[in-house]
């Protein structure tokens, strides 16, 4: 089973067990976080999409541990000028391990589909005839 779920506006797919690395929560380490914008499901057999997210779907994750990222180089030069400028930049992200995927209690059950009687529909086939 996963589920794609929306984290401060990136979307994840989470499956039990999964560690995803996220935009920085303010967590600290060993808390749970519950994430209710969840867009899609599967279970292999199934797949509900939301519009625009899955009613009674939530995803729960523990907080593994909040860290900086490798160290991302911005270097700036314009030709001709003398103009150099070389800068440094380190996101912060919160790691986090899937642990459940919550679906609700009831699904929708599909709608029996009701047969008509060929005579019915071959009479409701034929065009009307006008009278003059």
Do not use: C
């Amino acid at each position: 089973m996963y589920a794609i779920v929306t984290i401060s506006g990136k979307q994840f797919k989470a499956t039990e067990g999964l560690r995803i690395r996220v935009p920085k929560q303010n967590s600290e380490p060993g808390t749970t976080l519950t994430f209710e914008n969840v867009l899609l499901t599967s279970d292999g057999k199934d797949t509900v999409l939301g519009n625009p997210n899955v009613k009674g779907v939530s995803v729960t994750a523990t907080v593994l541990e909040n860290k900086r990222d490798k160290k991302i180089l911005v270097y700036k030069k314009k030709r001709r000028k003398g103009y150099q400028r070389k800068n440094g930049h380190r996101q912060w992200f919160t790691e986090v391990e899937i642990k459940k995927i919550k679906t609700s209690a009831k699904k929708a059950k599909p709608k029996p589909k009701v047969k008509k009687d060929k005579k019915e529909s071959e009479k409701s086939a034929e065009p009307l005839k006008k009278e003059d």
